[in-house]
């Protein structure tokens, strides 16, 4: 610590009047900032050590004063408040490329604004973590040390120039995201009615002229801003229904990120709108804790009263703050994604929950409905396993080959969803998305488990019958087509030594058959995403509008028939297109592993189930009950993989989506299995009538379950 103060006093007596170069200060900053981040402790013994210094030596603390200022009075503020934590109008992807570009070559920096002195004092991106950590009153003494050095008392008014003049550019900005056709056409109500983006400018103009007049001496008051703040409050309203409306009407990144604009456009204005308020009479801006800061004492630095501690003064260290946080992550492009993608993927996220109610039975004739439908599926999957053995006879070349794999695979899943059938490791990537709506309550905080426990119970044995569904016929199918195979041509479908390679490809512990069921289930969840992103796509672009106004189609196939097709499309896009690009998937990363070099293939237990009943034929029923049992217990455990994965990718991107932390596994569990002893029978195959309505949450369940953000 001594080494630390003489740096600091040494750098001090370098200050002298006039200088106003910025390297003193990002020395100073470097004496203050500790080796670590997360080492708060020192920093907070940094800061303090410097505040005793200056008031030991009066005449240092006035300099650094004075250098302060000069510092803040030859650059302009103005982009700072605007720019710094503030999405620019640029759009998603000019600003995805701007940070890529700094992130490798930053930009020059000059002395004219004061965000490149921010970026020269506080280059590192961990700054912010031990300056924001740091104890608020630390920082205030500070600023009443600097503050109370009053022999060059402060140009009347520095900061508050760049303050008013970054109020009406952001009103400017606001006025202009709100007048953007990619809004207005997707709410037209903003057309219909007079938009409070349009009135806030108003306001916003008149504010600052009556302020104007006051500092020119014209005026001894101006009007507190408290309709300004009406208006503004309208503008977040009609945010929030464009939110809601795009939950059902899907959404783009394009109108995503005006949101986000908007939203951080608004909110900045609010905090710049208090700071400036002369009249005392606008609500409290978002602050640091105000008690924290006047009862944060220690023995060697007296205690700040809280009338010291004023509401704007608490705001103007907040915002410095948040500015000092936004200015380390303007070039990081998590950030971005992270501001932008989960209004987006919650989007994504809620189209495949709404499918997903279609994967969930609630009673026997339900399970049983559901039954039929992967039993088709599983009919359509012997066909396309004998499709399969017989394209590779054809001996392709390897992309070739890639491309036939592939179309059989997308148009026979294609054809499984426009007859209405069922693949069972299509559904957790679907459910999940319904559980983790479930589980987001009203109040963001709370859920009822043993509500959210009936729903997993009915979502897994749904799977359950799916998957039996599926086996039960593809098996026997591909067992069928097999002996038929036999009978016509006189030879087996595949040979003995064929048959040995399908039984290998299946073995759970002497081949990586458990390793490519996870590839699989991550191209299941990949599958559920492409399918809600379509949905999302059919609804926001109004596909079965545009169909219907296809006029030469419908001469063609007759009006009606087209509006009917429109319908279905805009209903079905994002189904058939999953499936499209689920086979692809599919019949495709074993030939991109084999041009790679890399061990990647999938294994999907209906088609390994489908390759088992066809190895035993080709084997002439010569199988040992080891290598049988062994078969089935892997295309099994191929399916539970599937699925598990599958689920497990698809439920953290809802849960994340909705920023939903859920914490009480343990519990759900435990009212899991609650519902198994308490009807063992119902657990599996469910009830015969409609599911009783779920009793209320005692007190208990409800205060269990998320935390998270509306």
Not at 49 to 66: F, G, I, N, T, V
Not at 138 to 163: C, H, K, Q, Y
Not at 422 to 445: C, E, F, N, W, Y
Not at 636 to 653: C, E, K, R, T
Request: hydrophobic residues 50%; aromatic residues 8%; charged residues 20%.
């Amino acid at each position: 610590m001594a080494d630390r103060l003489y740096r600091m006093l040494a750098i001090l007596e370098r200050i002298v009047p006039d200088y106003h170069g910025i390297d003193l200060l990002v020395e100073l900053f470097n004496a203050l900032r500790p080796k670590r981040a997360a080492d708060i402790a020192t920093a907070s013994a940094n800061v303090r050590a410097l505040s005793k210094l200056l008031k030991d030596h009066p005449r240092h603390a006035e300099a650094l004063r004075a250098y302060g200022l000069r510092i803040l009075g030859q650059r302009r503020h103005t982009s700072l408040y605007t720019d710094i934590g503030v999405l620019s109008n640029d759009g998603f992807f000019s600003e995805l490329k701007r940070r890529v570009a700094y992130r490798i070559l930053p930009p020059a920096l000059g002395d004219e604004y004061l965000n490149d002195a921010i970026d020269q004092v506080l280059f590192l991106e961990t700054d912010h973590q031990w300056i924001s950590a740091m104890p608020a009153a630390d920082w205030l003494e500070l600023f009443d040390v600097l503050r109370a050095a009053d022999s060059t008392p402060a140009p009347p008014n520095i900061m508050l120039p760049g303050m008013l003049e970054a109020i009406r550019t952001l009103s400017y900005r606001v006025c202009a995201i709100g007048l953007e056709p990619r809004l207005t056409n997707f709410h037209t109500e903003i057309e219909i009615f007079e938009s409070p983006f349009m009135v806030q400018n108003v306001e916003v103009n008149a504010y600052l002229d009556g302020y104007a007049r006051l500092l020119a001496g014209s005026a001894d008051s101006i009007e507190d801003a408290k309709h300004l703040l009406v208006m503004l409050d309208q503008c977040d309203a009609v945010v929030v229904k464009i939110r809601k409306k795009a939950l059902h009407q899907g959404t783009s990144i394009a109108l995503t990120y005006l949101l986000v604009a908007l939203t951080q456009s608004v909110d900045r204005l609010r905090k710049l709108l208090f700071l400036v308020d002369v009249s005392g009479n606008l609500p409290s801006a978002p602050s640091v804790d105000l008690e924290a800061v006047a009862s944060d004492a220690t023995p060697d630095r007296p205690t700040l009263g809280a009338t010291s501690v004023g509401p704007q003064r608490a705001a103007a260290l907040a915002l410095a703050l948040e500015l000092i946080t936004a200015h380390n992550h303007k070039y990081m492009v998590r950030g971005l994604f992270a501001d932008n993608i989960n209004l987006l993927a919650r989007n994504v996220t809620e189209n495949a929950s709404r499918t997903g109610e279609h994967y969930i039975a609630e009673t026997r004739g339900q399970m049983g409905t559901m039954f039929v439908s992967s039993a088709g599926a599983g009919l359509i999957i012997g066909f396309m396993a004998l499709i399969k053995i017989l394209l590779s006879y054809l001996r392709s070349a390897p992309l070739v080959e890639a491309f036939l794999f592939s179309m059989n695979y997308s148009i026979g899943f294609m054809a499984i969803h426009l007859l209405h059938f069922t693949v069972a490791t299509k559904q957790p990537a679907m459910t999940a998305s319904r559980i983790a709506a479930g589980l987001h309550s009203k109040d963001g905080r709370n859920i009822d488990l043993d509500s959210m426990a009936e729903l997993i119970t009915k979502v897994f044995r749904t799977q359950l019958v799916a998957v039996l569904g599926n086996l039960a016929t593809a098996i026997p199918t591909a067992y069928l087509i097999a002996l038929a195979y036999k009978a016509i041509t006189g030879q087996h479908l595949v040979t003995p030594a064929k048959a040995m390679h399908l039984l290998h490809d299946i073995d759970p512990i002497g081949s990586p058959a458990l390793f490519y069921a996870m590839i699989a289930g991550v191209c299941l969840f990949v599958a559920g995403l492409i399918s809600g992103y379509y949905d999302n796509q059919a609804l926001y672009t109004r596909w079965a509008q545009r169909i219907a106004q296809l006029r030469g189609l419908g001469r063609l196939i007759g009006q009606r028939r087209l509006a009917r097709l429109g319908l279905y499309m805009e209903n079905n896009l994002g189904g058939l297109m999953g499936n499209f690009y689920f086979g692809i998937l599919l019949g495709s990363i074993g030939t991109l592993g084999y041009l790679l070099g890399l061990p990647i293939d999938i294994r999907h237990v209906t088609f390994s189930a489908a390759n088992f009943a066809t190895a035993l034929v080709g084997l002439d029923h010569n199988m040992t009950w080891e290598l049988a049992a062994k078969s089935v217990a892997g295309f099994l455990s191929i399916g539970v993989v599937n699925m598990l994965v599958s689920f497990g990718l698809a439920l953290w991107v809802a849960l994340r989506s909705r920023q939903v932390r859920f914490k009480h596994g343990w519990a759900l569990l435990r009212a899991l299995g609650r519902g198994f002893l308490k009807a063992p029978i119902v657990f599996f195959i469910g009830s015969k009538g409609a599911a009783p309505e779920a009793p209320a949450a005692d007190g208990h369940n409800k205060a269990l379950g998320v935390q998270g953000k509306k």
